[in-house]
Each structure stands twice: as C-alpha cells, then as structure tokens.
C-alpha cells in the first residue's frame, strides 16, 4: 500500500490518497478535505474542483479515471443541484456534513489500466473478463413510506441488474442505504429489505450482501431511503466469502437485518475486502459501552480488525475509511483517535447517527492485498 497527502495552501484543500498496484490494474482512492473559510458553498465547491484537478495531476494518478464520487454535503438538498460532474462516473451526494466544519468533503475512486464507461446511470468497469457494476443515488419519491421507497428502489436496482444479465443474489457485492431520520425510518428499510431479499434469494440459509445502513438525508425532500451498491459478473462463486468474525461478532439475522459484516473477493493478483457499517457490538448482538464513545471506538476498532484478519488482512491493507458520528460533540476526541492510529490512511468523519440510538461510531472500509489465487487476475 504506498500512501501520500498534499496540502494545497493557496485554496485550502487536503488531499489524501493511497493507491495500490498489481497485474495491470492500479487502484487509488482520495479523500479531500476543504478548510472552512467565511464563504458560501459555492466557495468551497469551487475549491474542491480546484483541488481534484490538480489531484488528476499527481503522478500517481495521472491517467486514471473516476469510478465513483461520493460528495458528503451539509445541506444536499440546496447544495446538490449546485454540484456539476456531467456523465464522468456515478455519483453520490448525501447529507452527511463534514464534522471538520466545512460543508463538503469528496470521496473519489479511480482506477488505471481498466475499460471505463457509463451506462443506465452506473459506472461500468471492464477488465479481464470481469465486469464491475458501480450504480449510485437510486432514490424513490412516489411512495410515502420508507418501506415502500425501500421496495421500490431495490426492484428499480433489480431492473438495472437486468441490463448486465446479473441478479441481486448472485452479483451484488456491497450496498449503502442512506435513511432519512434513522431513528424512526430504518426499521421501515429493514422489513422491505428482508422481504426483497426473501423474494430475491436472499436467506439465512444462502448468504446476504455487505452493506451499510446509516442516517443520511438523500437531496430530494420526498426521499426517505437512498440507495449505492456495487454489483459484479464474471467471477466464480468461489471467489467470494463471507466474513463473520464470531468471536466478536453475531449473525445479523439473529437481531433481525439482513447483511453480511464484510465480504472478500479473491483474484488470480488481490484480495478485495468490503467491510460493512461495523459499530461496538458483541457476539450476541449487543451494544458495548453504552455513553461511552471512546471505548465504543475501540471495540469498534477491534470488531473490524477481526474481520479484516478473517480476510487474511491487516489494517495496514485499508485504502479507506468512512465514520459516522452520531454526536457532533464527539469529532474532537474521535478525530485524535482516529489520528493516531490512521495517520496515513484516508479517512473523513460524518455526522450521521447509527441505527440504534445507543451506538455513538460507526466505520467500514475497504481494503486490498497483493495475493495469488487460482483465478483472473482483476
């Protein structure tokens, strides 16, 4: 894993990236944080776009092109319309602020020596015989429910599949589900969900799919339930597994959701890990240290980090890492944490509660490893 950062002074922007080679295929993953000046949005828009240009311009990322964005807004639904990235990859933008006290914070995964195109709104990814599925901002805003908006979304989702001759059950590798009010929205998201994925396949006796549940205010006012997923053809049933950790870890079904707490995908060159929305739970699904956020973050620390060595990795493997807070009161001690133990990784840190009120942080990531497995090189 080589990692780099860039103080870009003059505008106020940080860039921190990783990126990662093995056969003919590089990954890199960004994170730019933007200095919050007295300005408006457009201000730090502006120096945002500023920043990911001089960032293509990186020698490490020179010739590589966007897979995703995901923009972590302070205010989606006024700020959305004003963000401009045309047809250049599929793109998130959520209601998730930036607890660093700006009001915008850009995820970015790009990819070299990869055939990248667009289609029916996702991000397509061609290479080796492999065809990767990138499809963001799936929303509904006919149904007055998150049950139903959860519904919809997912057959919409199921339909887009369709295109690439793929199913939820067998291609779908990682999902985000963005709630508007978690609170008092997700339980709607968990019933569609489990019926779905029941009519789908999905069981506890076949295997669910990574995923993160987490608060985050989609940009249309109408929308309670916003969907990101990753999605795959070409690969052999063998190269996924499912990472359980039951030393530290239940079962979700056994609380009544339906995801899996990570997912490897093994290649004939790398090991790809999706960690999911992991918090400080035990293995019999209940939350540790209630009140209690700096003992939360290190059992939280603790649960991914055994699912990461069920995935033969390390937290040195990880190109980056995603946390929701639930309490804005929290950022100070969490970021000096999370300093200390990541300087080098990429990280941002959100506000946007858990799904159960007692969770303070959540984290996933992802993470990769050179490897040699009898199967295509990515």
């Not at 919409?156 to 690439?164: A, H, M, P, R, V």
Request: charged content about 20%.
């Amino acid at each position: 894993m080589n990692y780099n950062s860039k103080n870009i002074e003059n505008i106020g922007v940080r860039i921190e990236l990783t990126h990662f080679t093995a056969g003919e295929v590089t990954e890199i993953h960004a994170m730019l944080h933007v200095e919050a000046r007295n300005e408006l949005f457009e201000g730090q828009m502006a120096r945002i776009q500023q920043a990911e240009t001089i960032l293509r311009q990186m020698d490490e990322v020179q010739g590589a092109k966007v897979v995703f964005k995901r923009y972590f807004l302070s205010d989606a639904t006024n700020q959305a319309p004003l963000l401009s990235d045309g047809n250049e990859c599929t793109v998130s933008c959520i209601q998730q602020p930036p607890l660093d006290g700006s009001k915008i914070a850009l995820w970015l995964y790009l990819q070299k020596g990869t055939d990248i195109s667009q289609m029916s709104g996702s991000t397509v990814v061609n290479h080796n015989g492999y065809q990767h599925i990138w499809t963001m901002g799936l929303m509904d805003t006919t149904a007055e429910t998150s049950y139903m908006q959860t519904w919809n979304t997912l057959l919409s989702y199921i339909d887009t599949l369709k295109l690439f001759d793929a199913t939820l059950e067998r291609n779908c590798i990682r999902t985000w589900f963005f709630v508007r009010d978690v609170d008092t929205q997700y339980n709607g998201l968990v019933k569609s969900r489990r019926e779905c994925f029941l009519e789908q396949g999905l069981t506890p006796n076949t295997h669910y799919i990574a995923s993160t549940g987490i608060g985050g205010t989609p940009a249309d006012p109408k929308a309670l339930v916003q969907l990101g997923s990753y999605a795959m053809t070409g690969f052999q049933p063998e190269q996924q597994h499912y990472l359980y950790a039951l030393s530290h870890l239940n079962r979700t079904i056994e609380y009544g959701v339906t995801f899996e707490r990570g997912t490897l995908m093994q290649y004939g060159d790398r090991n790809h890990v999706f960690i999911s929305g992991t918090a400080s739970i035990d293995n019999h699904g209940e939350v540790l240290h209630v009140g209690n956020v700096k003992q939360q973050t290190l059992r939280m620390w603790e649960n991914v980090e055994t699912l990461l060595a069920e995935g033969d990795m390390t937290y040195d493997d990880v190109m980056q890492i995603v946390v929701y807070l639930r309490d804005l009161a929290d950022y100070k001690l969490v970021k000096q944490l999370f300093d200390e133990k990541f300087p080098y990784t990429p990280y941002v840190i959100t506000l946007a509660p858990v799904c159960r009120p007692t969770w303070l942080i959540e984290m996933e990531c992802m993470a990769v490893k050179k490897a040699h497995n009898d199967f295509k090189d990515f």
